[in-house]
């Protein structure tokens, strides 16, 4: 067979060709400069010592033996463990909302369009809110215990008993609008023969729920199960606003938060690249743990 050689291909249809591979390239550029080299580069710089402003400083693995060794880094892990819990409330959550705007009721539309508003809003904004009705002395969560109930409530963010439980309030409430709408496009895909049937063998509406709803809703479960840890594990942004030094105690800090501390407050950005890798294994062995069970409990059908 010919092969056609690029110079007698007509010259509109080479300016098609180029354009193509300029679109294509754009995103590979980008996952190069900012991605792929920023990865490599941080492997080697595991490996030494740089406070940012010298020449990093080959150490070995000296980064790795400390880390092991250091309190903080089991305490940050801990933490972000902690904070998982509310991936499963979350959901619970989010499915019982999802259930309720899948009936035909007045303003459903309205009622999705606002437990949808947190997923949009600025999460600085969204946690300086935050900030304020978890305060100790004026917030407006423990006013509104002590006008309707006289219980003086807790320092939400100034405990280490109770700062992870704010955390985790937070995250659920941010979270919760993403996840409700998956869940109702998930009941929306399921079949009303299904539900027909079971009316017909006599099935109330809990066996319906557990016998068709939950094992027909298990892929989108997984994916929120698997989206929600690696969140999780990426929690930082709420914690520097709400916790700038890790929290009371530390109790605060998470895995990443760790990372950005010792990279930038600390200016050991050998020991955060460590840290980081370190971070990258547990997410990549956690996350095919996940897939490995999937093939127990996902519907496929």
């Known amino acids: 067979m010919k092969k056609t050689s690029f110079s007698s291909i007509p010259t509109f249809r080479k300016k098609e060709i180029l354009l193509a591979y300029l679109f294509v390239a754009s995103p590979i550029i980008g996952f190069i400069l900012f991605g792929f080299i920023p990865t490599v580069w941080s492997i080697g710089l595991s490996f030494t010592e740089w406070d940012l402003l010298s020449p990093p400083k080959y150490i ?3 980064n790795y033996k400390e880390l092991l060794q250091d309190e903080k880094v089991y305490k940050s892990i801990f933490n972000t463990l902690y904070l998982m819990l509310g991936v499963p409330i979350g959901m619970i959550i989010s499915l019982i909302l999802a259930v309720m705007m899948n009936r035909k009721i007045m303003g459903s539309s309205a009622f999705r369009a606002i437990y949808y508003i947190p997923v949009i809003s600025p999460i600085i904004a969204v946690s300086l809110v935050w900030q304020w009705i978890f305060n100790y002395d004026f917030g407006l969560l423990n006013n509104l215990l002590w006008d309707w109930f006289g219980i003086e409530g807790p320092n939400w963010l100034g405990d280490a008993s109770w700062v992870k439980p704010s955390l985790i309030i937070i995250g659920v409430w941010s979270g919760v609008g993403s ?19 079971a009316d017909v063998d006599g099935a109330n509406i809990f066996q319906k729920f557990f016998r068709i709803t939950l094992p027909l809703l298990t892929p989108i479960h997984f994916f929120v199960i698997v989206m929600g840890v690696i969140g999780a594990f990426q929690s930082f942004s709420q914690i520097y606003i709400l916790a700038g030094d890790g929290g009371p105690e530390y109790s605060a800090a998470t895995i990443v938060f760790n990372i950005f501390q010792n990279g930038f407050d600390y200016y050991n950005m050998g020991y955060a690249s460590a840290t980081a890798w370190i971070l990258g294994v547990i997410v990549f062995v956690v996350t095919l743990i996940q897939f490995k069970l999937s093939k127990r409990w996902v519907y496929e059908g």
């Open 60 to 62: 070995g693995v000296e």
């Open 179 to 197: 996840t409700m709408i998956l869940y109702l496009a998930g009941l929306q895909s399921i079949p009303t023969s299904y539900y027909e049937a």
